[in-house]
């Protein structure tokens, strides 16, 4: 973590203040001190029913700013960069609900030369990690564009992927996904109801699509996160255009 954090740079990715490495009667201590993100997590406020709901637009702007932090790992550095943990826990939020990427205990270098992949142990959270990635170890940058998916879908339904007493959650939502496709009239019954229907369909749709994308079993189907950043800002670009439903 103090690896990778020491040589990132980038408004979306926290920053890394200081660390300590102790040893003492109690073994070794080990502390890292971040700068301060006072405003919890996106999943804080997807889900807390305690927290007012977030608006539409907010959930695409924070969306865009993860997004443009996972791309500046991908291709803004010498060496590319695998998050590996993307998750709605991981994206942290100032006051301004501006997100910073935290917690890179698993990133891990790509693959250089003419490597496809890196081989490494499965780690990461059940749910949000790439099915190609569990079966086979096999690590690529497009491991993160499925988490990326998952997070795109909870950010639109409202609902968790990951559910500690429902070990199947993230299938029941990917089939529920099913029962609404994108393009059909149905398709409204899958956006988070605490909206309020204060959203854009056209953008939602959009959303939606670029979710599909990111969940494609063939991990060369998926576009890249600067790609992903692209379409983010077009469906914002839409808010603003549109009506909302």
Same mark, same amino acid.
């Given at each position: ?78 060496? #590319?960069? /695998? ?8 994206? $942290? ?6 997100? @910073? !990427?935290? =917690? ?84 409204? #019954?899958? /956006? ?8 854009? $369909? ?6 939606? @699509? !670029?979710? =599909? ?33």
């Amino acid at each position: 973590e103090v690896h990778f954090l020491g040589i990132v740079d980038h408004p979306n990715l926290v920053k890394l203040i200081g660390y300590s490495y102790a040893e003492g009667e109690r073994g070794i201590q080990l502390l890292l001190v971040y700068e301060y993100v006072p405003n919890k997590s996106l999943e804080d406020h997807l889900f807390n029913k305690a927290l007012p709901p977030l608006p539409w637009k907010t959930r695409l702007q924070i969306l865009l700013g993860a997004a443009q932090g996972l791309a500046y790992l991908h291709e803004g550095l010498e060496i #590319q960069v /695998i998050y590996r943990d993307f998750k709605s826990s991981n994206v $942290l939020l100032d006051n301004n609900f501006e997100p @910073k !990427l935290s =917690d890179f205990g698993l990133a891990r270098e790509g693959p250089a030369g003419d490597d496809t992949h890196v081989s490494t142990g499965v780690v990461g959270t059940r749910g949000y990690a790439a099915p190609e990635y569990i079966e086979t170890g096999h690590l690529t940058a497009m491991s993160d564009l499925y988490s990326f998916g998952v997070v795109l879908y909870e950010t639109l339904t409202g609902r968790r992927t990951v559910d500690r007493n429902l070990p199947t959650a993230q299938q029941k939502l990917l089939e529920w996904i099913k029962l609404y496709p994108v393009d059909s009239k149905r398709f409204t #019954q899958i /956006i988070d109801p605490r909206l309020c229907n204060q959203y854009s $369909l056209t953008a939602a749709r959009k959303v939606a @699509k !670029l979710a =599909d994308s990111c969940l494609q079993k063939n991990a060369k189907e998926r576009p890249t996160m600067n790609e992903v950043v692209e379409t983010l800002k077009d469906a914002i670009a839409l808010c603003d255009n549109s009506p909302l439903t």
